[in-house]
């Protein structure tokens, strides 16, 4: 059964940092594409940063400069580091993982195939 499990959230006051990691299988993690969701709450879910298997990455807008994602292979474990944290990245934090080739740069939750529990970021003062 593919699974993957999140944890490092947490609560942080604003201007600090936090790591997500996004523990699983090692078939779960040598997909094509890994990503990083979130869900706050009343909001629809959306894309935060993806990486390939040839480590290319994306990000969306919103958190660029901010927040990093990395992947120890190895160990099949995908990162999310998040600096300088706003109450607005307070959410639900999912990562995910896709078999499909060429979009991993859209961030689009419908593009990505398996899905972790979440692990819960809350950004307050």
């Known amino acids: 059964q593919v699974q993957l499990v999140e944890s490092g959230g947490g609560s942080v006051q604003p201007g600090g940092s936090l790591r997500l990691s996004c523990a699983g299988s090692?078939?779960?993690?040598?997909?094509?594409?890994m990503g990083w969701f979130r869900q706050a709450p009343g909001k629809e879910r959306e894309g935060v940063a993806s990486i390939t298997r040839d480590d290319i990455t994306a990000y969306a807008d919103s958190v660029k400069g901010r927040f990093t994602i990395s992947r120890d292979k190895a160990n099949s474990i995908l990162y999310l580091d998040m600096d300088n944290l706003k109450p607005e990245d307070t959410a639900m934090y999912y990562c995910?993982?896709?078999?499909?080739?060429?979009?991993?740069?859209?961030?689009?939750?419908?593009?990505?195939?398996?899905w972790g529990q979440g692990t819960q970021v809350t950004v307050s003062s």
């Open positions: 995910a993982s896709s078999l499909k080739r060429g979009y991993c740069y859209r961030l689009l939750s419908g593009d990505f195939a398996y």
């Open positions: 090692r078939s779960t993690h040598n997909t094509y594409c």
